[in-house]
């Protein structure tokens, strides 16, 4: 490949993350933990945000690099007497499209689903996990 040009930023440190991608986000998980403490739930989880620096050089003077942004949110509500749990997590890029309102109503109605509980045997049963399981980032 010779004749393409070096990215601008090759030879700039890898990209760091900091906690401003978190500044909207924030204060919206904040209220949905509220939320879900008035009606009775409590949530538990955790947010992560990185990013990997990928370069690429060849000995033809291929001088090429990408910054990827990876995030996760991972929350889980319980029932006050602990007995049922629900889980939702969502991968993102930047926290811009993580709607901790809307994770929290779906949370609630998971749990809402758990409060009729049926016994099985021990053995071996489909499972089937949503979308929202398997990161996309």
């Known amino acids: 490949m010779t004749g393409t040009a070096a990215t601008p930023d090759f ?3 890898p990209a760091e993350t ?5 500044a ?7 209220e949905a933990f509220a939320r879900a403490r008035a009606g009775g739930r409590e949530l538990y989880g955790f947010a992560n945000h990185e990013y990997v ?3 690429l050089g060849t000995s033809a003077g291929l001088r090429l690099r990408h910054d990827q942004p990876n995030g996760t949110l991972e929350l889980n509500a319980k029932s006050p007497d ?9 991968a993102t890029r930047d926290f811009k499209d993580v709607d901790p309102a809307a994770l929290d109503a779906e949370l609630a109605q998971r749990l809402g ?3 009729r509980r049926v016994d099985l045997r021990a053995g071996r049963y489909e499972t089937l996990l949503p979308p929202t399981a398997w990161p996309t980032c």
């Open 11 to 13: 030879t700039d440190a």
């Open 18 to 22: 900091s906690s401003a991608v978190f």
């Open 24 to 30: 909207d986000f924030a204060p919206a998980l904040g």
């Open 53 to 55: 620096s990928s370069y």
């Open 82 to 90: 602990r007995a049922r749990s629900a889980w939702a997590g969502r």
């Open 113 to 115: 689903w758990a409060e």
